[in-house]
Protein backbone atom coordinates (compact mmCIF):
# COMPACT_ATOMS: atom_id res chain seq x y z
CA UNK A 1 0.00 0.00 0.00
CA UNK A 2 1.46 3.54 -0.65
CA UNK A 3 1.18 5.86 2.13
CA UNK A 4 0.13 9.04 0.91
CA UNK A 5 0.48 12.09 3.55
CA UNK A 6 -2.62 14.31 4.27
CA UNK A 7 -0.42 17.05 5.37
CA UNK A 8 3.53 18.20 4.50
CA UNK A 9 4.13 17.79 8.24
CA UNK A 10 3.01 14.19 8.08
CA UNK A 11 6.18 11.52 8.08
CA UNK A 12 4.98 8.52 8.81
CA UNK A 13 1.67 6.15 8.20
CA UNK A 14 1.13 4.50 11.62
CA UNK A 15 3.12 4.24 14.86
CA UNK A 16 4.36 1.59 13.62
CA UNK A 17 6.41 3.83 10.95
CA UNK A 18 6.94 6.21 13.28
CA UNK A 19 9.17 3.73 15.88
CA UNK A 20 10.68 2.17 12.83
CA UNK A 21 11.63 5.66 11.43
CA UNK A 22 12.91 7.28 14.99
CA UNK A 23 15.07 4.05 15.41
CA UNK A 24 16.38 4.32 12.01
CA UNK A 25 17.11 7.81 12.46
CA UNK A 26 19.13 7.74 16.18
CA UNK A 27 20.90 4.51 14.17
CA UNK A 28 22.45 6.94 11.85
CA UNK A 29 22.71 9.98 14.44
CA UNK A 30 24.89 7.46 16.52
CA UNK A 31 27.03 6.23 13.34
CA UNK A 32 28.09 9.84 12.65
CA UNK A 33 28.29 9.94 16.34
CA UNK A 34 30.79 7.12 16.13
CA UNK A 35 32.89 8.10 12.80
CA UNK A 36 33.17 11.59 14.38
CA UNK A 37 34.66 9.89 17.57
CA UNK A 38 37.03 7.65 15.68
CA UNK A 39 38.39 10.00 13.98
CA UNK A 40 39.49 12.07 16.88
CA UNK A 41 40.86 8.93 18.22
CA UNK A 42 43.07 8.37 15.43
CA UNK A 43 43.86 11.73 15.20
CA UNK A 44 45.11 12.03 18.92
CA UNK A 45 46.95 8.63 18.04
CA UNK A 46 49.17 10.12 15.43
CA UNK A 47 52.52 11.14 16.11
CA UNK A 48 54.31 14.28 15.29
CA UNK A 49 56.97 11.45 13.07
CA UNK A 50 53.48 9.86 11.76
CA UNK A 51 52.50 13.39 10.17
CA UNK A 52 55.69 14.35 9.24
CA UNK A 53 56.35 11.83 7.27
CA UNK A 54 52.76 11.96 5.59
CA UNK A 55 53.37 15.33 5.19
CA UNK A 56 56.71 14.53 3.89
CA UNK A 57 55.21 12.28 1.26
CA UNK A 58 52.78 15.30 0.11
CA UNK A 59 55.71 17.24 -0.45
CA UNK A 60 57.51 15.10 -1.94
CA UNK A 61 55.26 14.91 -5.16
CA UNK A 62 54.96 17.90 -4.87
CA UNK A 63 58.49 18.44 -5.48
CA UNK A 64 59.03 15.90 -8.49
CA UNK A 65 55.52 16.82 -10.11
CA UNK A 66 56.93 20.79 -9.92
CA UNK A 67 60.32 19.32 -11.16
CA UNK A 68 59.22 16.78 -13.80
CA UNK A 69 61.44 16.87 -17.21
CA UNK A 70 64.46 19.13 -15.27
CA UNK A 71 67.49 17.09 -14.77
CA UNK A 72 69.14 15.89 -11.88
CA UNK A 73 70.09 18.44 -9.69
CA UNK A 74 73.58 17.01 -8.67
CA UNK A 75 74.71 15.25 -12.00
CA UNK A 76 72.44 16.62 -14.46
CA UNK A 77 70.78 12.93 -15.54
CA UNK A 78 68.04 13.35 -18.15
CA UNK A 79 64.81 13.36 -16.17
CA UNK A 80 63.38 9.65 -15.54
CA UNK A 81 59.82 9.14 -14.01
CA UNK A 82 61.73 7.68 -10.91
CA UNK A 83 63.64 10.40 -9.41
CA UNK A 84 63.34 11.70 -6.12
CA UNK A 85 62.94 14.69 -3.94
CA UNK A 86 66.78 15.31 -2.84
CA UNK A 87 67.07 17.76 -0.05
CA UNK A 88 70.32 20.12 -0.59
CA UNK A 89 69.86 20.18 3.43
CA UNK A 90 68.96 16.53 4.71
CA UNK A 91 65.25 16.26 6.08
CA UNK A 92 65.90 14.55 9.21
CA UNK A 93 68.41 16.90 10.70
CA UNK A 94 67.76 20.04 9.31
CA UNK A 95 63.45 20.66 10.54
CA UNK A 96 63.76 24.30 9.84
CA UNK A 97 64.45 23.81 5.53
CA UNK A 98 62.59 20.11 5.21
CA UNK A 99 59.36 21.24 3.71
CA UNK A 100 61.46 24.34 1.66
CA UNK A 101 60.80 24.07 -1.99
CA UNK A 102 63.92 25.56 -2.34
CA UNK A 103 65.80 23.28 -0.41
CA UNK A 104 64.67 20.41 -2.52
CA UNK A 105 64.80 19.18 -6.41
CA UNK A 106 64.42 16.47 -8.61
CA UNK A 107 67.24 14.27 -7.72
CA UNK A 108 68.17 10.79 -9.93
CA UNK A 109 68.21 7.62 -6.98
CA UNK A 110 71.88 7.30 -7.41
CA UNK A 111 73.08 10.77 -6.16
CA UNK A 112 70.34 11.04 -3.61
CA UNK A 113 70.81 6.88 -2.23
CA UNK A 114 73.41 6.14 -3.38
CA UNK A 115 75.97 9.27 -2.94
CA UNK A 116 74.35 10.44 0.31
CA UNK A 117 73.01 13.75 -1.87
CA UNK A 118 75.79 14.23 -3.95
CA UNK A 119 76.46 17.25 -1.67
CA UNK A 120 79.19 19.10 -3.75
CA UNK A 121 77.86 18.37 -7.00
CA UNK A 122 73.88 19.98 -4.93
CA UNK A 123 75.81 22.67 -4.16
CA UNK A 124 77.39 23.93 -7.31
CA UNK A 125 74.31 23.15 -9.31
CA UNK A 126 71.79 24.60 -7.18
CA UNK A 127 72.54 28.21 -8.21
CA UNK A 128 71.16 27.21 -11.84
CA UNK A 129 67.36 27.24 -9.85
CA UNK A 130 67.81 29.41 -7.41
CA UNK A 131 69.50 32.69 -6.68
CA UNK A 132 72.59 33.03 -4.49
CA UNK A 133 70.22 35.24 -2.24
CA UNK A 134 68.04 32.59 -1.65
CA UNK A 135 71.09 29.91 -1.11
CA UNK A 136 72.28 32.19 1.58
CA UNK A 137 68.88 32.21 3.27
CA UNK A 138 68.86 28.74 3.25
CA UNK A 139 72.31 28.15 4.50
CA UNK A 140 71.59 30.79 7.43
CA UNK A 141 68.35 29.15 8.54
CA UNK A 142 69.32 24.96 7.91
CA UNK A 143 70.55 24.93 11.40
CA UNK A 144 67.84 26.52 13.17
CA UNK A 145 65.78 24.35 15.89
CA UNK A 146 62.21 23.62 13.87
CA UNK A 147 60.32 21.95 16.10
CA UNK A 148 56.61 21.32 13.61
CA UNK A 149 53.44 21.13 15.82
CA UNK A 150 50.70 18.07 15.27
CA UNK A 151 48.56 21.52 13.86
CA UNK A 152 51.49 22.68 11.66
CA UNK A 153 52.01 19.29 10.03
CA UNK A 154 48.48 18.87 9.01
CA UNK A 155 48.49 22.50 7.35
CA UNK A 156 51.57 21.70 5.35
CA UNK A 157 49.92 18.19 4.10
CA UNK A 158 47.28 20.09 3.12
CA UNK A 159 48.84 22.89 1.71
CA UNK A 160 50.43 20.59 -0.70
CA UNK A 161 48.16 18.06 -1.07
CA UNK A 162 45.59 21.30 -2.76
CA UNK A 163 49.21 21.96 -4.77
CA UNK A 164 49.29 18.40 -6.16
CA UNK A 165 46.05 17.92 -6.88
CA UNK A 166 45.60 21.38 -8.92
CA UNK A 167 48.75 20.22 -10.75
CA UNK A 168 47.90 17.00 -11.69
CA UNK A 169 44.73 18.34 -12.95
CA UNK A 170 46.63 20.73 -15.51
Same mark, same amino acid.
Given at each position: ???????????? &????????? @?????????????????????????????????????????????????? &??? &??????????????????? &???????????????????????????????????????????????? @??????????????????? @??????????
Amino acid at each position: MLFTPFNTLQKV &CSPVCAATL @ARETRQRKEQREWKQRKAKMKQDLETVTDLANAAQKIFNQFIRLRDQGKP &CIS &CGKKYQSDFQAGHFWPAGT &CWAVRFNPLNVHSQCIECNMHKSGNGNAYRKNILQRITPQQLEELDRI @AHNTANFSKAELRDIAGKY @AKKVKKMQKK
